[in-house]
């Protein structure tokens, strides 16, 4: 057992089976640089993995988990499911104290925020602080023993950073893979797309990303990359392999907006052959 620790937005649970259809045969190390909430990752299960992420406080909640699950577990069960309790925690980023907490409490405040939270969304005003009102849950799951120390085995053998997307750069060799999962760019200007940081993810940021793309298609690694199905997506990649792929995603602000969405994968391979004749292709 190991399954992801966060629910996250954009989080890839549902496409698994798409992505790992379109994975390559063979690969050597695996890098997921826009790890979120590391659906694939988890799923995947590989050791001698790199992660990394811009979140600072997301990476702190794996850092802990890998080097103090047992104090994470003790700290989780003291938390309730109770509306008192969810804002009187929320409120700890308002207090001048909070940089003196221990990466424990952070991680544990995390995680129980986002168990709890409307939708296990991830949202900060301008100074950083969590304006995530209550779930209202009857029964979420705070903590997860087993599971929390079943992806600290996984996480020992795993590099974990935090930064900009490119950190990862100098530990690429050839036959390496990297899944990129970034934040999508809005198909249309209404719909509603998340703001993961608080400086978000422009067209700058986009291009650069395609150009990091362009390099590890040089030294003849793979990458596997995730976005909408909005036409900059397909003009941006032209010239590579795209898929589409469909994901049940909420598609407005209520909880019951659910609908169904095409999402591309872009690749510089050819899947294994096996597994396109196991999807009919
Ligand atoms: C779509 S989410 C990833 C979802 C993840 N694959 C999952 O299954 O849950 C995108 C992630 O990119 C991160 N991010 C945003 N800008 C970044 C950057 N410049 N470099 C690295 N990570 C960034 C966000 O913090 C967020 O966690």
Redesign the pocket.
């Known amino acids: 057992m190991c399954k992801?620790v966060?629910k996250?937005?954009?989080?890839?649970?549902q496409l698994i089976s798409d992505i790992q259809k379109n994975l390559p045969s063979n690969y050597n190390s695996y890098f997921?640089?826009?790890?979120?909430?590391?659906?694939?990752?988890f799923h995947l299960k590989k050791t001698g993995c790199h992660i990394?992420?811009?979140?600072e406080d997301?990476v702190n909640v794996y850092e802990v988990v890998k080097k103090q699950p047992h104090k994470l577990i003790a700290s989780l069960k003291e938390h309730k499911n109770t509306e008192e309790h969810y804002y009187e925690t929320r409120a700890l980023d308002r207090n001048s104290e909070f940089s003196k907490m221990s990466a424990v409490e952070k991680a544990s405040r995390f995680i129980f925020l986002n168990r709890t939270g409307f939708n296990g969304l991830?949202r900060v005003n301008r100074s950083g602080q969590n304006n995530v009102p209550f779930g209202k849950y009857e029964n979420p799951q705070i903590v997860n023993a087993d599971n929390i120390l079943a992806c600290s085995k996984l996480l020992k053998e795993t590099i974990i950073t935090n930064?900009?997307?490119?950190?990862i750069k100098g530990s690429i060799k050839k036959g390496d893979l990297v899944?990129f999962?970034?934040?999508?760019i809005p198909i249309s200007k209404t719909s509603s797309f998340t703001s993961?940081?608080s400086?978000?993810?422009s067209t700058n940021?986009q291009q650069r990303l395609r150009i990091f793309c362009d390099y590890i298609d040089s030294i003849g690694a793979y990458f596997l990359l995730?976005n909408s199905s909005a036409e900059e997506v397909k003009v941006l990649y032209d010239g590579y392999r795209i898929q589409k792929v469909t994901a049940n995603r909420a598609i407005n602000c209520k909880s019951n907006g659910r609908g169904k969405v095409g999402e591309l994968l872009i690749m510089n391979y050819e899947p294994s052959p096996a597994d396109l004749l196991a999807d009919g292709g």
């Open positions: 992801p966060l996250w937005v954009g989080g890839k649970r997921e640089p826009f790890i979120g909430g590391g659906a694939l990752f990394n992420d811009f979140n997301l991830y930064g900009d997307f490119e950190n899944y999962d970034p934040p999508y993961y940081t400086e978000g993810f940021e995730s």
